[in-house]
C-alpha cells in the first residue's frame, strides 16, 4: 500500500466516514520512476471516532464492511493479523476492538 492512499482513504462505517490514523509495522522502500517510494506491507489503520480498526495484510487495506469481516477467510487472515503484530496493536483494540479483537 503506498502512504499517500491514507489522504483518501476514511472509515469504511456508514455511519462514521472519518479521517483514519496509520500505524506501520513493516515497510519497505522501492524505486519507482527514479524516485524512492515507501511501500506499506503491514499495518494497522484505525478510526478515532468509531474505534473501528482494519489491517493492512501483504500491502493491501482490508476495509470491507463489518459483515464481510466476521467469518470466512477474512476473518482467519485479519485474526492472524492480531496475532502476530499483537505487542503493536494497542491494547483496547485487542480487547475491544470493533467489529473484532482477540478473545
Known sequence: MKRWLMDILAC???DCRSKLDLEVYKSHTQESEGEEV???DEALISCPKCGRW???I???ACML???LRMDGKQHIEETAFLERWK???PT???K???PFGLS
Open 96 to 98: 475491544n476492538g470493533l
Open 92 to 94: 483496547d483494540i485487542l
Open 87 to 89: 505487542e503493536k496493536v
Open 12 to 14: 469504511s462505517a456508514s
Open 54 to 56: 482494519y489491517p493492512v
Open 65 to 67: 464492511p463489518d459483515d
Open 38 to 40: 515507501d511501500e506499506i
Open 58 to 60: 501483504d500491502g493491501i
